[in-house]
């Protein structure tokens, strides 16, 4: 996958998943304009460790995806577009709604129309995520040992592909799924060679994971800390997860294979190998630790344990084969 050097356009680009990737198309010798408000709290560290690690490849526009002119501005001469600026947590946007839309949807619809204005094919790479298949309440789960398992063969082997119905449930799975059928959908109206990456959980360095969003790194740091943690349900709930460094290389793949895959979805995720339970994590975090750690569960229902279990099935081209089964390596810091 060797690609002549070019300028890149990365929103979101100091949060968790953009610095990664900033960090690896620096590397491969792409500049990169990092588009990036810094709202989320710890990011600007993200972005000071790009700059220092690429002083001459890394350019950053410290500016909102809501700012349709600035946007518009950087859009104007870049080779490619990865589109990760988004707000995360569920929580806030069931307190924000109206902030949670205008940036993931409206930010979304700015982008798309600065690519649309600017004409030509301008390669994008869009975040989107599992949660746009809902609670996946209606697949039928069993206990077995320290995890609920798919009580279907076909589901537990392959997970949920592509093909399943959308589901949007609270405000985030709707603004991130509608921004998901915009990216498809200029892809199919207006020809912008477009890709959408449904993410599973992801997990690595550089994550500022709290209770609300990277849930392995905020156990992870809670550890470290010596601080409890509070586990929903009874922690048999299973999550697919998928190491920062293998997702960074399924965002190059579909770069690279664009023209092959412009105008589709993609589940990008561990896989069901991949998939652990929280009470399986707090167990692997417990000897890395080599002490136990306070884990709590609430009184709280279970209620997305599944939404997670998606497969990268039909996935863009080779690289993320490493994906699927590359999921075993641990952060030894959550922040290094
Ligand atoms: N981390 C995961 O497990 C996961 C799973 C599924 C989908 N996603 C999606 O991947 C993308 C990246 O997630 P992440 O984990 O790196 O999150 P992150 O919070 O670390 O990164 C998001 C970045 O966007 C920036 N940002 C937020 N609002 C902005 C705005 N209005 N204008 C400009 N920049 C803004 C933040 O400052 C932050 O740097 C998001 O779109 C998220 O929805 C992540």
């Known amino acids: 996958m060797v690609q002549a050097p070019r300028t890149v356009l990365i929103t979101g680009g100091a949060g968790f998943i953009g610095a990664n990737l900033a960090d690896r198309l620096a590397r491969a010798g792409h500049r990169v304009v990092v588009y990036d408000a810094l709202s989320r709290p ?45 707000q995360v947590a569920v929580t806030t946007s069931l ?92 892809a199919r109206s207006f020809g912008i060679p477009a890709v959408v990456m449904r993410m599973s959980c992801i997990y690595g360095p550089r994550q500022m994971g709290t209770e609300d969003q990277g849930w392995v790194a905020h156990f992870l740091i809670s550890a470290l800390e010596q601080r409890p943690i509070s586990i929903y349900g009874d922690g048999r709930q299973v999550r697919d997860i998928l190491h920062v460094a293998d997702a960074v290389e399924a965002y190059r793949a579909a770069w690279a294979g664009i023209d092959r895959v412009a105008g589709r979805a993609f589940n990008l995720g561990g896989g069901p190998a991949n998939a652990v339970s929280l009470r399986q994590v707090v167990a692997h975090i417990e000897t890395l630790a080599g002490r136990s750690i306070c884990a709590s569960p609430t009184g709280a229902p279970a209620t997305s344990a599944t939404t997670s279990r998606t497969r990268a099935g039909s996935r863009p081209p080779s690289a993320s084969r490493r994906s699927v089964r590359g999921a075993r390596a641990w952060p030894t810091s959550p922040t290094g």
Do not use: M
């Open 95 to 186: 307190t924000a709604p109206l902030t949670d839309f205008a940036v993931n949807l409206g930010g979304t619809l700015n982008l798309l129309e600065a690519l649309r204005r600017r004409g030509g094919r301008v390669p994008l790479v869009f975040a989107s995520t599992n949660k746009v298949y809902g609670d996946l309440y209606d697949v039928d789960l069993a206990p077995s040992g320290d995890a609920y398992l798919p009580s279907d063969p076909d589901v537990r082997r392959w997970g949920i592909g592509e093909d399943r119905r959308l589901d949007f449930h609270t405000p985030y799975g709707c603004s991130k799924g509608g921004a998901d059928q915009y990216v498809l959908d200029y």
């Open 42 to 86: 710890g990011v600007a560290a993200n972005l000071a460790w790009l700059q220092a690690s690429h002083p001459d490849r890394i350019d950053a526009v410290v500016a909102d995806i809501r700012d349709a002119d600035r946007l518009g501005a950087c859009v104007a001469d870049v080779d490619a577009v990865f589109h990760l600026a988004a």
